[in-house]
């Protein structure tokens, strides 16, 4: 639950903030409702994560072999997360990263 409300509160911005890395972005514009902002934005990016939220966008709207390909990419199994979940895991790997920079 801790996950959930820090996500919200750092996402509940109008835009998202300009120190998020792209693929931060791309999570707020998913957060939003906002799909196909988030896959326009990962689908250009080359890195691990880019390549996870990307699994995470395919897996949501069902597209499990797409999905797969992309988790692949990522370095990762399929998730068997609920999306809820895995869209926190993301989020908070992401966040404790965008901090070190």
């Known amino acids: 639950m ?3 409300n820090e996500i919200a509160q750092i996402f509940k911005t109008e835009a998202p ?3 998020f890395s792209k693929e931060l972005e791309a999570l707020w514009h998913e957060y ?3 799909w196909d902002k988030a896959h326009d934005i990962v689908q250009n990016l080359g890195s ?4 996870w939220i990307h699994a995470y966008l395919h897996r949501k709207e069902g597209d499990i072999w797409n999905a797969e ?3 692949s990419r990522a370095g990762k199994q399929i998730s068997e997360m609920d999306l809820e979940t895995e869209f926190e895991s993301i989020a908070m790997q992401l966040l404790a990263e965008n901090q070190k920079k």
């Open 48 to 51: 691990k994560n880019a390549a």
């Open 17 to 19: 903030n300009p120190v």
């Open 2 to 4: 801790k996950a959930k």
């Open 32 to 34: 939003k409702g906002n």
């Open 69 to 71: 390909y992309w988790y």
